[in-house]
């Protein structure tokens, strides 16, 4: 099989995966959303820990832990993508599936918006229309609501930053994902052992097999990661653009279809806004990449 073929295949699996994660947090019920977050990041603390000795990145693991500037970024990484986790399990295990789907629609539209109030990146025309669209989509369904969708902001917003800190940070997906969850394991065990302690702990309370889904939080976290770095290094990264909209289309399927949660119009108008600013925005990503190839082809030396 090309290798290209093989990343597209290693990327449609993680995706996948990521866009399947509605269907496996309610077999953790009734635990909630807390102490799930917590097992996660202990049992991917212990995952990581294994990749690290398996794949031979102690070396590096050990360079991130001595930069003091990375592992700062990192250590604050750890902080924004332990509430992005927890705030979609709970979306999740509360009947809020289509909106948490939300967030990860809107995500490439807010690491647009970072790029510019963060790195000073300037936007060229159609960006600004698919922010502006993004912003009307906002409105719509605050108003359909009854509220801003929250969940959907705070998911997409801790989500972009975390890709943010990652960039700057510059290190590996399996070594930096070991640094972040050792950062936050010890936390995620206090709690743990709080709950143990005052007889609030779900974890061995449910049976054998409700206990050992609670130990595949870590696998379930490695795998789609593995996969994933596996597709960076194989295929461009306009494809990989373009395939992390499966993750959010799958979501959105299973919490109309399978959940059978509620879709009034107002709120099938805001979905729409939110997929035409997409359409927007990559479409101005493909013209512009094809206008750079075209650029360097003219420059290049007959």
């Not at 590096?60 to 509430?83: E, F, K, N, Q, T």
């Not at 743990?192 to 976290?221: D, N």
């Not at 993750?247 to 959105?252: E, G, T, W």
């Amino acid at each position: 099989m090309p290798e290209t073929r093989r990343g597209l295949a290693y990327g449609t699996g993680a995706y996948v995966l990521w866009g399947a994660f509605p269907l496996y947090w309610p077999l953790l019920e009734p635990a909630g959303a807390l102490e799930i977050l917590a097992h996660r990041i202990l049992w991917s603390a212990l995952t990581m820990g294994l990749l690290v000795v398996v794949l031979r990145r102690g070396r590096h693991v050990v360079a991130l832990v001595r930069d003091r500037r990375r592992l700062a970024l990192l250590a604050l990484g750890a902080v924004v993508i332990s509430l992005n986790w927890a705030t979609y399990i709970w979306s999740v295990n509360n009947g809020r599936v289509v909106e948490g789907s939300l967030g990860y629609f809107v995500n490439p539209l807010v690491t647009v918006l970072l790029g510019v109030l963060v790195l000073g990146e300037r936007l060229r025309r159609l960006q600004w229309a698919a922010l502006g669209v993004a912003a009307l989509a906002v409105v719509v369904l605050t108003l359909d609501y009854g509220r801003p969708p929250w969940i959907a902001l705070v998911l997409a917003c801790s989500f972009g930053t975390y890709g943010l800190l990652k960039k700057k940070a510059d290190a590996g997906a399996v070594e930096s994902l070991a640094v972040e969850t050792a950062v936050s394991g010890p936390f995620a065990a206090a709690y743990v052992a709080f709950l143990v302690v005052t007889g609030g702990s779900g974890f061995g309370s449910h049976g054998v097999g409700h206990a050992l889904l609670f130990t595949t939080t870590g696998i379930i976290t490695a795998v789609p990661l593995i996969l994933f770095g596996a597709a960076t290094t194989r295929v461009p990264l306009v494809a990989l653009g373009l395939l992390q909209y499966l993750a959010p289309v799958l979501q959105f399927a299973l919490g109309v279809l399978w959940f059978h949660e509620e879709m009034p119009p107002g709120r099938w108008a805001g979905f729409a806004l939110v997929w035409l600013a997409l359409v927007l925005l990559t479409a101005e990503m493909l013209r512009h990449r094809r206008q750079l190839r075209l650029a360097a082809v003219d420059c290049a030396p007959v």
